[in-house]
């Protein structure tokens, strides 16, 4: 029986929960994902529990931060001015943004805090320095 190594497609299905158990994202209802390992697609540690695996397999993998989004980097917590945005938007904390960087790139930003005439905002992945715990199944190996 095949099992999974580097550079396969596989479909997976998968429930991502925190460390105290609340769930974030499920495939459950949904088509499983499918993607090549090896290629960046997903998160390091989420790769490296699938090596292995065989089909119809189910484990429970807990990543570490380091292996999932990092730790939330300073940098990407700025401060912009209320002036600066489009003026139908009334910002509120928890509301997503998208800004395009000079090369055009778009951003997703969160509001964090709202000030007088400014708005901090957080562009770190919403599950930066979080450690994340997911339910795998391998559905399939191509």
Same mark, same amino acid.
Do not use: C, W
């Given at each position: 029986?095949?099992? !999974? #190594?580097?550079?396969?497609?596989? /479909?997976?299905?998968?429930? @991502? /929960?925190?460390?105290? @158990?609340?769930?974030? &994202?499920?495939?459950? @209802?949904?088509?499983? $994902?499918?993607?090549?390992? +090896?290629?960046?697609?997903?998160?390091?540690?989420? *790769? /490296? @529990?699938? =090596?292995?695996?065989? $089909?119809?397999?189910?484990?429970?993998?807990?990543?570490? /931060?380091?292996?999932?989004?990092?730790?939330?980097?300073? *940098?990407?917590?700025?401060?912009? *001015?209320?002036?600066? %945005?489009?003026?139908? $938007? #009334?910002?509120?904390?928890?509301?997503? %943004?998208?800004? #395009?960087?000079? &090369? +055009?790139?778009?951003?997703? =930003?969160?509001?964090?805090? !709202?000030?007088? &005439?400014? $708005?901090?905002?957080? +562009?770190?992945?919403?599950?930066? +320095?979080?450690?994340?715990?997911? &339910?795998?199944?391998?559905?399939?190996? #191509?």
């Amino acid at each position: 029986m095949s099992q !999974v #190594k580097q550079n396969d497609t596989v /479909k997976v299905h998968y429930t @991502g /929960k925190l460390a105290d @158990g609340q769930v974030f &994202d499920t495939s459950e @209802g949904k088509e499983p $994902i499918e993607f090549t390992l +090896g290629q960046g697609q997903l998160i390091p540690g989420f *790769e /490296k @529990g699938l =090596l292995d695996m065989k $089909i119809n397999e189910k484990k429970t993998v807990n990543i570490p /931060k380091e292996e999932a989004y990092g730790e939330p980097r300073a *940098e990407l917590v700025q401060e912009v *001015e209320k002036s600066q %945005l489009p003026e139908e $938007i #009334k910002p509120e904390v928890g509301m997503g %943004l998208v800004s #395009k960087t000079p &090369d +055009g790139q778009e951003m997703n =930003l969160v509001v964090s805090e !709202v000030k007088e &005439d400014t $708005i901090v905002v957080d +562009g770190n992945h919403p599950l930066a +320095g979080k450690d994340l715990v997911f &339910d795998l199944e391998v559905v399939e190996i #191509k």
